[in-house]
């Protein structure tokens, strides 16, 4: 969930109307990409994409504590945190320097759709994750099933041959400067 940058006299019409409350929206917000694409009859097409998720970050990504508030409605389960990385949350979180607007160790969620590759004819024949993270200090936790290596210092990643993703790829890196502007990009093909 994002805070709103409206002007203030659109919010207090918001606010009035119920549809804004401290803030923030009461609302999501889906974007589903669609496109055309023709593929030769009889012949091999390689398919190759990216993109740049959109991004969560304020109160649905914050660290809170070792309950359910942290991380909004994904819950603190979801990032398969090692006791180290929850350790050093812990004690960011009790000093209380450093927090966010929302009293919270700041964090953003990276969310990326795998599965749909199951509706192709065949498995992801060449998959590579990588993770970049901005600093030493920033804590990067997913419960991806592939062993993810660190690589240097600001890279992890994950390599798989003929890979079928059973679930959505989340990831969480805390502790962390980068606030989102929650934008995306629409996919590209190349």
């Known amino acids: 969930m994002h805070e709103l940058k409206i002007p203030g006299k659109q919010i207090k019409t918001l606010t009035k109307a119920g549809l804004i409350k401290d803030g923030l929206p009461l609302w999501q917000i889906e974007v589903t990409y669609y496109w055309t694409q023709l593929f030769p009859s009889h012949a091999i097409v390689h398919v190759e994409h990216e993109y740049r998720p959109f991004i969560a970050s304020g109160t649905a990504s914050g660290y809170s504590g070792r309950d359910e508030t942290s991380f909004g409605d994904k819950g603190i389960a979801s990032f398969c945190f090692s006791e180290q990385q929850l350790q050093t949350l812990d004690s960011i979180f009790t000093i209380k320097e450093n927090l966010d607007n929302y009293g919270q160790v700041g964090g ?65 890196f805390g502790n962390s400067s980068y606030l989102s502007n929650g934008i995306g990009e629409a996919p590209r093909f190349k």
């Open 108 to 172: 953003t969620i990276v969310e990326y759709v795998l599965t749909t590759a199951n509706s192709w004819k065949d498995v992801i024949r060449d998959f590579t994750l990588r993770i970049h993270a901005k600093s030493k200090e920033e804590i990067i936790a997913s419960c991806f099933p592939l062993k993810v290596n660190r690589v240097s210092d600001l890279v992890y990643e994950a390599h798989a041959n003929n890979f079928k993703p059973k679930a959505e790829l989340s990831v969480y």
